[in-house]
C-alpha cells in the first residue's frame, strides 16, 4: 500500500535547525526536501519505522512528523547522533529517537519493527550481508526494508569522491592507491578534504579508498551482488529499479542486450523494497 495525499507533510517551521552547521543545516533541508517530494513507496502511518544510517535525522523526522507510530534513527556518527537529537521541534511536531548503534548488531529484539528505512546509505556497510540479515531479524513478518536509493561501487561516481575528485569511474580507470594520493595532494590547498577523509593525513597513507573513509564505509557492492545477498538473507525482492542519467536509453538497451555490468556502470543508483515474508 502507498503513502498517498492523506499524508499531512509537516511544514518546515516545526523542525528548527538553528543548532546545525550551515553545511549540515543545508543538506538537512536538502534530505528532508526530497523524501518530501517523493513521499514514501509504501504507507507507514502507526507503523513501528527503523532508519539505519540516520545521520542528521531528516528522514526520521519526516517519518515522526506524519504518522508513523515510532520512529528509531540509528547511525555509527557520534556527532550527527548529538546534532539529531538537540533539533527543536515545534508544538505540533513529533521527535524521533536517536541512538548510535552498528547496523551489523542491531540491539532490538526479533520482530521490533514494521519498516526499516536505509536512505542513501546502503553502500556504505562493509557488511551489506549481515545488515540484510540483522534487517530481516527485526522486522516482523510481512514487513518491509526500503533501500530508497544506493550506489554500484562500479557507477559513475562508485568512489564518493566527485565532491573533489571530478573524474568520473576514477576508481576503475586507476588504481585505489593512485586515487588516494591525489586526493592527499589536494587535501593540501583544500583542508575541507581533511575534515571529510581525516586518514588522509596518515603516514604511511592508507591503500584503498576505503581506508581514508572515517568509518571505513565503503563496500564493493553491485546490482548483481546486491540480488544475490537479498535472496540469500530471506527477502523477497518486490521492487527493485536502476536509475539511469538523462532518459537512460543507453543503460536500458545494454541492460536488454545482457551486457556485463552495464547496469552498474551507467547507473546514478538503485532502490529497492523488500519484504520478509509473512
Known sequence: MRADGHLRWVKKSFIYTDSLSDRNRKYFWQRYDYVTHNHSPIDFRDKRVLEIGSGLGPVSFFYSH???????????????????????????????????????????????????????????????????????????????????????????????????????????????????????????????????????????????????????????ITFGKFREITVLAGFRIDEFSVKYKGNGRFGRIASLFRIPFASDLLSVGASAILLKPS
Not at 177 to 186: F, K, P, W
Open 66 to 220: 506524519n504518522f508513523a507510530k515510532l520512529v528509531v534513527g540509528i547511525d555509527l556518527n557520534i556527532e550527527n547522533v548529538k546534532a539529531g537529537k538537540h533539533l527543536a521541534v515545534g508544538p505540533d511536531g513529533k521527535r524521533p529517537s536517536f541512538s548510535i548503534a552498528d547496523a551489523n548488531t542491531l540491539p532490538f529484539q526479533d520482530g521490533s519493527f514494521d519498516l526499516i528505512v536505509a536512505d542513501n546509505v546502503f553502500e556504505h556497510f562493509d557488511n551489506p550481508m549481515r545488515v540484510l540479515e540483522e534487517s530481516f531479524r527485526v522486522l516482523s513478518p510481512g514487513g518491509r526494508l526500503v533501500i530508497s536509493n544506493f550506489s554500484s561501487i562500479l557507477s559513475r561516481y562508485g568512489a564518493h569522491m566527485k565532491t573533489y575528485i571530478k573524474v568520473p569511474w576514477c576508481n576503475l580507470i586507476f588504481t585505489q592507491r593512485i586515487v588516494v594520493q591525489v586526493l592527499a595532494e589536494l587535501a593540501h590547498e583544500n583542508p575541507r578534504i581533511i575534515e571529510d577523509y581525516p586518514a588522509i593525513e596518515q603516514n604511511p597513507l592508507p591503500h584503498d579508498i576505503r581506508g581514508v573513509r572515517r568509518y571505513n564505509d565503503l563496500s564493493d
